[in-house]
């Protein structure tokens, strides 16, 4: 249910109204046990990590655990949801005059080659939490309704930017291309050994993918 109320006020840019205090509170310590659970599973593989393993480094009861999350593997949630959001955020915010695939590369680059202390953090888990996914069912699940909301949010956004002119199918087909090209960046960096910094960094992957995907994607700009 988190998951998915994070996912829903991406696909509404605008509404910047504040929270309210008991609930910032309640999606930090959300926050707070999606870290826990990361680096447990990077370190030790999903299926050699309880919900009581999650809950003693978060420094909670096994009760509260289960008050935020269903599965261990939904604890990571917080954290994967909210780089997707932080990103679309950032593409809706960009510039109205440019081309959608221009805007979605530009916003994909900034998203993956963050240089603050926290974004630092979270690629570095990120990238050692994407190594733990593959063949771990419970892991993949998470991470494929992620996609999944992410397509949706994205359809929003990009129908918003491209204007009333702009074919409905071409929105989806630029909105899957989006998608796509920022899975396949952040799996092919976890596969890969190469340091943020350096040659190959995540950035320079998904404007690799976003120019691919969307070559033959050209619509008219409102």
């Known amino acids: 249910m988190a998951q998915r109320a994070m996912m829903v006020s991406m696909a509404d840019p605008g509404a910047q109204a504040p929270l309210p205090l008991t609930e910032r509170r309640r ?24 919900a ?5 480094a978060a420094g909670i009861s096994l009760r509260t655990f289960y008050r935020y999350f269903r599965t261990k593997e939904e604890a990571v949630t917080p ?15 960009g510039p109205r005059d440019l081309p959608a695939a221009e805007a979605l590369e530009r916003s994909a680059r900034r998203a993956l080659s963050r240089t603050d202390r926290a974004g630092v953090d979270s690629l570095r888990l990120t990238h050692e939490l994407f190594r733990a996914i593959p063949g771990d069912p419970g892991l993949e699940s998470v991470w494929f309704r992620i996609v999944h909301d992410t397509e949706e949010s994205l359809v929003e956004v990009l129908r918003d930017l491209m204007g009333p002119e702009a074919d409905p199918l071409d929105v989806r087909l630029m909105a899957v291309a989006g998608n796509t090209a920022m899975r396949i960046a952040i799996q092919t960096w976890a596969d890969s050994d190469v340091a943020a910094g350096n040659d190959g960094t ?21």
């Open 27 to 50: 999606l930090q310590t959300q926050l707070e046990i999606a870290h826990c659970a990361a680096e447990l599973f990077a370190a030790r593989g999903a299926s050699a990590v309880t």
């Open 52 to 56: 009581e393993d999650i809950a003693t």
């Open 79 to 93: 954290m994967l949801a909210g780089g997707v959001r932080d990103w679309i955020h950032d593409l809706a915010r």
């Open 202 to 222: 995540p950035a320079e992957i998904v404007a690799r993918c976003i120019r691919t995907l969307t070559a033959g994607l050209r619509p008219p700009q409102g």
